[in-house]
């Protein structure tokens, strides 16, 4: 009674572990071939979906803010924190 | 006067045990370690306070109606739900606590009856246990927002590291061991059941293990969950030191190579893969991976932004509450002030130290066979307990060589370490649990 | 043209009774009042609609599948349900329906397995209610939000406010008097129960007065909450000629000192310091004061954000949508339009003014008793009604000095009647509900 | 050795069956037009992935306890099964499954329990539908959450609209016709409460076609629920020709007047105008209509606007997932894989056909009779599916006149057509559900 | 048999369509009355509940905003498109 | 009978007006007692929890603003303003 408790420990382990072992590889396999199925035959497709992402790049409209202004970079952001602090009372 | 005694023998002070009052202070410990200490505080808050609530003499939080009845019933009652259960008279209130917890769904549905008629109600607790945990439903709709939450983009980027998910496993299987040594020895006693269910603390996942236990051994959930987001909380004390021992400097000084991206439509189709995966070969793991993959397909497809907000937002964060105060009602005096939580919580500790060094070696073995360099202390993240394991790897990584950034690269294994720990638990029930 | 027929006796028109008009103008009149003169929306809105709801003709969704069948079964099913309800041949609709409300757990099952053979379900309100309020768990819910948005701060500086919190439950139990003595004398037939529930109007806080309904009178808790809320509401127009009656223009006059600031540690620790003497005093008050120290302490703690903010933020207002429309659904004709609604609108509002008088002479007691000035208008506010009666305080504070700010000085007797309310509630279902 | 044997036949490979094997290759299809193709992906994700989730192999997340008893019971316990079921011994298990498919509910509880106590459970999609579908919840929660998204301005600004949203339920009602008409020649073989619940799919709304399903034929809602937001996904293709073919160029140039502004208090009165309508003339369409009114009066009262935001945020997204999963559970093979859904298929895309149709005539009838010019394409708006109908009617007017803005015109008859659908409905569950 | 469920069927049609015109011609009038009451007895009312409704009127600042300041408007938006990229990576 | 549920009723008053007093009265020792325990034995500890909860203060840069620069600032909300009332229509 006592070994039996203690084998169905050990089956439980060797079972489980190989479940475990063969489900993940099995899991490596499945993913390398899905990878290199999309890089192989659907290459194009890549790039369009990730840009639909990326909703609207907000870079632009910053990048043509004149270097140099950081005098006015400062006051503007005061002016937001200030306003910020106002409005955030309610 | 009668009132007066009425009031007295109802309060608390009249009717405290010493188990009653340990479990608050145990209650109120949790409580000073999630809030003071940090340990997981998102469940052990909830947890903490669940158990002072359970164990508030009198008040039957966390018992079922038929349980208040034998606990204040008059002795009319306990005589007609000994009828219904088989309980010869005179017997005493334990035997038909016994009874009613082995009965068939028919007895148990008559004592309902009889204990509603005479005016006793289910707890508090005993009713969000009911709908939440012994339903199996708070554990699924967490997992499903911890997977709206996850980003499988560093495991796409190098699924080699699944195979430290797996490695990491081992601790599960070695406490089951341990558990039913220590039942053969004669020290505890653990059926093969309550053995698998304390194993799973070594996946290092909560949900995982709060559901698997809510399956194999109810009675066991309250302990087990305590010393799973313990223990979880502990990783970074209980991590560094096995990771240094089981490597040298050199080795914690690899430099890793930069993951490739990876494109939307993998992390897509990742998820479906996953769950065909689970269909095809593991089906009684399908529930816990079923929900895991549904959550990471509402994030990653990226067309229902409103499903995978509440799904990682206000969804779980209600049913967190309700989990934590669920488990809570199982940290009740009679049930928790046993040995066998001592042996829980010894061997949970373990689990989690095999766990870890199971990862790193296996990680150690794979920089021996492979070509491109694996740091090994990216292995223990594979118990996950994400992301705190994974941050681990890159705190020890980076006390070795300071340019070292190994986080991404441990979330690989961390990630894989979920998936690794719900199939485990998908081979438990269907081992043990049918 | 049996269908036309069939199609009008469906329509509301053909099984239209006076009751039901009266209710659904009832209904229209809290919506009234709660849209155009802000009384109480939150829940005035949700009850106002579910009291339409509650009394379309013809539609039942107030009632279970056994009422309904009842209602719309054909003789053959009168007669079998009469048997399994114990209801002799040939009797009324009416004597089924007191025999189903009377009967016990079993005769209730085989009825409502008869009824749903035949086709009758619950209606969609009666399906709330027993889900939200009749399992306790709406109101606990709606506590645990309540406390989760509770400032204990002005209390913890001021300790000695909570004696005004526990002088205005005076009103509570003054009620609970004038209802045993209305039916001593025959104008109202009230048991001691009932006068119970209607007692805790006088707490001003409506999760209390529906979880104490629910448990004690739940036939009443549609007037119960109805007035309840609307005093709530007209607690502006109650309050403030009392306080002007039982105070002079000096005490009105009188400045408080600034209130001490209360430290993180304090406010953490508050919600388990009120937890454990409930837990050790008074159990039966453990449900609702368990709930929201619970919640207070999510606020509190500082590491459970996303929790508290569940709690006070989507859970809270979901669990007020579905609790609303289930009061409504308790403002059915058959029992709303009853000489006893009138005796609770008429001890409802005496309630208020005696808890208001009560807590106002208190602190005119303190004053004259301590040594730092204690403005008797902030007794006023030991009613609760938060925040609404702390700021009539401070308003007519204002009328006599216009540099006198009451309002942080009366948050604490406000928040202390939160509590003493509870405690009077679970002092009542101690003793009376058992 | 036992146990490898144990573990290949838990597994999916060892158990499928090829209609499991198509019907996973559904799920996959609908994700792919859901994520892909943009197909009403709220719904469609979460419907596709239940499909899947429901014909894993050997999981039974979609049978009750009982039926997965049958499924994997002992003769022992079919033996028992059988009695409680009236069913004789040495039949199989399907006369088993129909015997309790048809069973009272006593039976249905007494076989309960004995799959309870040999260790069988529900599955988890199965506990999801018997919550969210068979309790009739979440179509309506649903519902209110639309009416609290619904803006009634341009209907109030043009109430005539209203008989475009009537024109266009005569889809709903020709394709009940056309299926009794299947049904009579012995092509298919549909009841005429399953004739209704197929026609209900041409009122465009998906939340009315899943409450009316689960009420007249639960059997079909999968098939009607997938061809419901499949279609509706599909309006911008389906409408556009018939729109053309039925209006001249001249009439899709007609410009139409300014709406009128539309003031607060009449979008807040409507809500209730129409709620008093349903309950004096259709009670049986109260609870759909009821709670739409109730989320249209949050919205428009202004002051509750948490409750207001609940209805159409998190409780809606919350409720939405879970309505998806269980809609899934209802594509289990056995009942999908059937020559009836080819045929709900067939007839709905007729009814979208037919509805818009009828609302493009009724509207060119409303220009020819009247005096102000109403642009027919706003007709093919009626069928409902906001605001995708009311899109195409706009774009197509562009297309014909580039200065002509209909869809504030459209919208009329859209939401209109919402109405109308319900009140079909309420008609059909009063004459063929009772 | 078969002849029944057609009848059946067209029965629903009939009643169906019905009730479903019936219903809408009702409501139709009772929006008309209920429109028409509003105007006619509480016309001065309309007015309040929708200005309460406006919430604050962020259309007067912008109106006193000098034309031709383009590129102040631009450098502003500039600054607050950047300030947001920022703070939108939290 | 009457008198009894009239006595039911004085019992009622009696015993839970005392409980309330009762323990309301030792929740005020307790608080006392909590508070003296916290400033006596813990009193270094509690400054750093209250400035962990400050988040951040949001003053500092408006206080940097300089003074008489009213005009930018009115600019500058405009400018806010009308940003925001472009975007509030989504
Ligand atoms: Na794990
Ligand atoms: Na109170
Ligand atoms: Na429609």
Redesign the interface.
């Known amino acids: 009674m006592?070994?039996s408790?203690?084998n169905?420990?050990?089956?439980?382990?060797l079972?489980?572990?190989g479940?475990?072992?063969?489900?993940?590889?099995?899991?490596?396999l499945?993913?390398?071939l899905?990878?290199w199925v999309?890089k192989r035959y659907?290459p194009v497709?890549?790039t369009a979906?990730?840009a639909?992402?990326s909703k609207g790049a907000?870079?632009a409209?910053?990048t043509?803010?004149?270097a140099g202004?950081a005098t006015?970079?400062?006051?503007?952001?005061?002016?937001?924190?200030?306003?910020?602090?106002k409005h955030?009372d309610r | 006067m009668d009132n007066l005694l009425s009031l007295w023998n109802d309060s608390g002070l009249a009717q405290m045990d010493v188990g009653q009052g340990i479990m608050i202070c145990i209650g109120l410990l949790l409580l000073f370690l999630a809030i003071r200490k940090g340990f997981e505080p998102l469940l052990l808050v909830p947890i903490g306070f669940g158990g002072i609530l359970a164990n508030i003499p009198g008040a039957g939080l966390a018992y079922s109606a038929v349980e208040n009845a034998i606990h204040g019933g008059d002795p009319a009652l306990l005589l007609e739900l000994g009828k219904v259960l088989g309980v010869a008279v005179g017997e005493q209130s334990k035997a038909l606590l016994s009874a009613y917890g082995l009965g068939g769904a028919e007895a148990k549905m008559l004592a309902t009856q009889l204990a509603n008629d005479a005016g006793f109600s289910n707890g508090m607790l005993y009713s969000f246990y009911s709908v939440s945990i012994a339903s199996g439903v708070a554990p699924l709709v967490i997992f499903m927002g911890v997977g709206a939450m996850t980003d499988f983009g560093p495991?796409?980027a190098n699924?080699?590291t699944?195979?430290l998910?797996?490695a990491a496993?081992?601790g599960?299987?070695?406490t089951?061991?341990g558990?039913?040594?220590l039942?053969?020895?004669g020290v505890m006693d653990f059926?093969?059941a309550d053995?698998?269910a304390i194993g799973i603390i070594g996946g290092a996942d909560g949900p995982t293990a709060i559901y698997v236990s809510s399956i194999l051994a109810p009675d066991l959930l309250g302990a087990i969950a305590v010393a799973a987001y313990s223990y979880m909380a502990l990783v970074p004390m209980i991590q560094p030191p096995i990771m240094r021992l089981l490597t040298t400097e050199a080795e914690r000084k690899i430099e890793m190579v930069q993951l490739r991206p990876v494109?939307?439509?993998?992390k897509i189709?990742?998820p479906l893969?996953?769950l065909l995966?689970v269909a095809f070969?593991?089906p009684s793991a399908a529930p816990l991976l079923g929900m895991f993959c549904f959550g990471n397909l509402l994030k990653e497809c990226?067309v229902v932004d409103r499903l995978s907000d509440a799904a990682q937002g206000s969804l779980i964060n209600i049913v967190t509450i309700f989990l934590g105060l669920s488990v809570g009602s199982k940290l009740v005096a009679a049930k928790f002030l046993d040995i066998n939580t001592l042996g829980i919580l010894g061997l949970g500790i373990i689990a989690f130290a095999i766990g870890t060094a199971s990862g790193i070696l296996i990680a150690k073995l794979m920089n021996k066979l492979g070509t491109t360099p694996v740091n090994p202390l990216i292995g223990s993240a594979g118990v996950s307990a994400v992301p705190m394991a994974a941050r681990v790897s890159n705190k020890v990584g980076l006390e070795a060589n300071p340019h070292n950034f190994l986080l991404m690269h441990a979330m690989g294994p961390n990630v894989?370490g979920v998936?690794?720990s719900a199939?485990?638990a998908g081979?438990?029930i269907s081992?043990?649990g049918g």
Do not use: C
């Not at chain 1, 479940?19 to 490596?28: A, E, K, N, P, S």
């Not at chain 1, 006015?72 to 602090?85: F, K, N, P, T, Y």
């Not at chain 2, 494109?263 to 993998?266: K, L, N, Q, S, V």
């Open positions: 006592q070994g408790i203690v169905q420990g050990v089956e439980l382990m079972f489980g572990m479940t475990v072992l063969v489900f993940l590889t099995v899991l490596v499945a993913i390398t899905m990878s999309l659907f497709l890549e979906p990730e639909n992402h907000a870079a409209p910053a043509t803010f004149a202004d006015l970079v400062a006051v503007i952001s005061a002016a937001l924190h200030q306003h910020r602090s955030s | 495991l796409l699924p080699k699944l195979f998910g797996a496993q081992f599960i299987f070695a089951v061991l558990a039913v040594y039942t053969s020895i059926s093969i053995a698998a494109g939307t439509r993998e189709i990742f893969v996953l995966l070969l593991l990226g894989a998936i690794g199939v485990a081979v438990m081992l043990v």
